[in-house]
């Protein structure tokens, strides 16, 4: 049996290695620690040293008998431990239990110890604070959630101030559309007159005195009544005040499609670029359906984007307004695949494969709508005459071009730009802290294409047509779908934190200066005060009376002359004194040389052939005499209206 009295497990070989390991290598160890290196020799130096001071005190302590047996430990009392017949150290069994609350302590001993335990201590609890202690103070505010279809904190301040703007561009977009000021158009004369004739015919059931829907662009009996109602009661004035609502109304429901699709900062983007284009101006002051058809088509996209959310019927809420834009414009149809379009992509992204559904729903609904009102209102023959199947023209494609360019290239510019910046990064991150998810980038791509997409589709149809007639104001209808994106591409030009606001601010002017410029260009038509003055002394509701433009004398004259007496220049069936028949030129000529008309009032700007034909009839006519003339200025210059009447 061995005398040891030292354990023999800390007199180990391996100990001691380790232990002159210890040594050798501490002041490397406290050295690493010193400089904050992040390692584990810290952690084992300490576990060595703890083991060296434990076999240091065993070896100072008194020499213990050895226990051969349980009895003899009760014989002689507790013991802490005991050697064993080969001399090795054991901890003592009876009544030994070694309870550690230090992890590191416990980490150390457990390997050697095989009766340690680890007690976990509860921490204290923390003193109630006391009066002296301030209580930690609440956060001023709180930044609400995002919603997944918008990219910035919505706040009641930001919506106030936000409401506030719309406000400003509203009230500028009003100033630059009433600041145009002309004797009515053409069109304008055509729709409110005929308002009076179709409203007589529902309210008395006068007979009409031509089929207006037989050549009307849009249904007769909805803005053409109207306009007849309004005009009975206010005048032009007041007919042109209804599309300026209109308008307002239009731009409003943008900036809050816009809102709902990407934020604050790209609404007002949209609406202030919008509310300044040459073809928002003009027909903010102008009697014809064309704003009447814009604001329903902006209301039905509003609504396809307001129910994003909700069951897939609801977006049967688009379904009349985008009907009721069709029947106001029949060229509104090019548009209403948009919107069907727009119903899908909109539709909550967590739906899948089921949003194709509210495009079926939304689609199905305008169709049926139209159905219906087909089957009510009898043949329309001004669908194909005026838009499916309308007759092409010999304007050059190149020169549409430039001058759809011109009217809307700066915000097909910013929409591509906000749509280029949308696809490839969805947030500007000017809040970092805000989380949230954002649309895949496919669906990013889909919604810009297909907005800034339909502003091109106008131009592209005309072309088509080789036609420019009207082109000024069916760009606006594009450029309103493309306007979220130009909103979007201004705020990124803009850029986090207001970080370049020169540039929006330029982008706003230059298109503010464009829009005045061809807007006044665009409002230039003849002033027929008095052409309509001096002809209220020479007709009466016997005669025949030719006019280059009869839509407008009609209009004024109404209450001394009827519509079937006014003959226009653009065509004409004529079968002369002679019992020849004419047609065209021809027939105008033949006409004037028998003497047919009672009054002629020319100018040669809208029908010039006619007016050459015209002026050869009336060489060395005897019928006819000079009675009139009276020089207006346009766009393209000086021009006179000239009237000969019958001697």
């Known amino acids: 049996m061995s005398d040891r009295t ?17 040594q050798q290598y501490s002041q490397t160890d406290q050295h690493q620690q010193q400089y904050g290196h992040n390692d584990d020799s810290g952690r084992r130096y300490a576990q060595r040293e703890s083991l060296r001071q434990y076999a240091q005190q065993a070896q100072t302590r008194p020499q213990v008998q050895p226990a051969h047996s349980p009895d003899q430990e009760q014989a002689g009392g507790y013991q802490p431990g005991y050697f064993t017949e080969t001399g090795s150290w054991r901890f003592d069994v009876h009544d030994r239990t070694s309870s550690y609350t230090d992890q590191q302590a416990y980490d150390t001993f457990a390997p050697f110890d095989p009766y340690a335990s680890y007690t976990a201590v509860e921490p204290e609890p923390a003193a109630a604070p006391t009066a002296a202690e301030p209580e930690p103070q609440k956060p001023g505010y709180t930044l609400p959630p995002v919603a997944e279809s918008s990219w910035a904190v919505d706040t009641r301040r930001s919506k106030l101030l936000g409401r506030g703007v719309l406000l400003c561009i509203l009230l500028v977009q009003a100033g630059l559309s009433l600041r145009l000021t002309g004797t009515a158009f053409q069109d304008e004369a055509l729709y409110i007159a005929s308002g009076h004739y179709e409203l007589a015919n529902l309210l008395h059931g006068t007979k009409l005195p031509v089929d207006f829907a037989a050549y009307f662009s849009g249904h007769p009996k909805l803005y053409p009544v109207l306009a007849g ?38 609404a007002l983007g949209a609406a202030a670029l919008f509310s300044v284009l040459q073809s928002t101006m003009v027909l903010g002051n102008f009697a014809t359906y064309d704003a009447a058809a814009i604001f329903l088509l902006g209301l039905s996209a509003w609504a396809v984007v307001r129910t994003d959310r909700m069951k897939a019927m609801a977006v049967l809420l688009a379904a009349p307004p985008a009907a009721l834009a069709f029947g106001v414009k029949y060229a509104s149809g090019l548009y209403l695949p948009t919107l069907v379009v727009l119903a899908v992509i909109t539709a909550h992204r967590h739906r899948g494969v ?28 001004g669908i194909s005459s005026t838009t499916t199947d309308r007759a092409k023209g010999t304007d050059a494609a190149a020169t549409m071009l430039q001058h759809s360019a011109e009217w809307g290239g700066l915000v097909f510019l910013a929409a591509l730009g906000g749509t280029i910046a949308y696809v490839l990064r969805a947030r500007m991150g000017e809040m970092p802290w805000i989380g949230g998810e954002t649309s895949g980038r496919l669906r990013r791509a889909a919604l810009g294409l297909l907005l800034t997409g339909t502003a091109l589709l106008a131009p592209a149809y005309q072309i088509h047509l080789h036609t420019e007639i009207s082109l000024y104001k069916h760009v606006g209808f594009g450029l309103f779908f493309a306007a979220p994106l130009a909103g979007l591409g201004m705020a990124r030009l803009v850029g986090p934190h207001f970080r370049h606001p020169q540039l929006g601010i330029l982008l706003y002017v230059v298109t503010l200066v464009f829009g005045m410029v061809q807007a006044q260009r665009a409002y230039s038509f003849p002033d027929s005060t008095q052409m309509t003055s001096y002809l209220r002394t020479v007709v009466d509701r016997k005669g025949t009376y030719l006019a280059e433009e009869q839509e407008v004398p009609a209009y004024y004259l109404r209450d001394k002359t009827n519509w079937t007496q006014w003959q226009n220049s653009y065509f004409m069936d004529y079968r002369g004194k002679d019992g020849k028949q004419y047609t065209g030129p021809d027939a105008f000529r033949q006409a004037v040389r028998d003497g047919k008309f009672d009054a002629i009032v020319m100018h040669g700007d809208v029908s010039p052939v006619t007016y050459e034909a015209v002026k050869e009839g009336l060489k060395n006519n005897s019928h006819y005499r000079l009675a009139a003339v009276f020089p207006y200025t346009t766009s393209s210059g000086e021009h006179a209206y000239r009237i000969w009447v019958k001697r």
Do not use: C
């Open 229 to 266: 109602a309004v005009d009975s009661q206010f005048g032009l004035a007041g007919v042109r005040v209804v599309s300026l609502l209109f308008m307002l109304g239009a731009t409003t429901l943008l900036y809050s499609l816009t809102r709902r699709l990407f934020n604050l900062r790209a």
């Open 354 to 381: 089921r949003a194709l559904g509210r495009g079926v729903v939304l689609g199905t609904g305008i169709v049926v709508l139209l159905g219906i009102g087909y089957y009510f209102s009898g043949p329309l023959g």
């Open 6 to 22: 030292t354990p023999t497990w800390a007199d180990d070989s391996e100990l001691h290695d380790e232990y002159a390991y210890g």
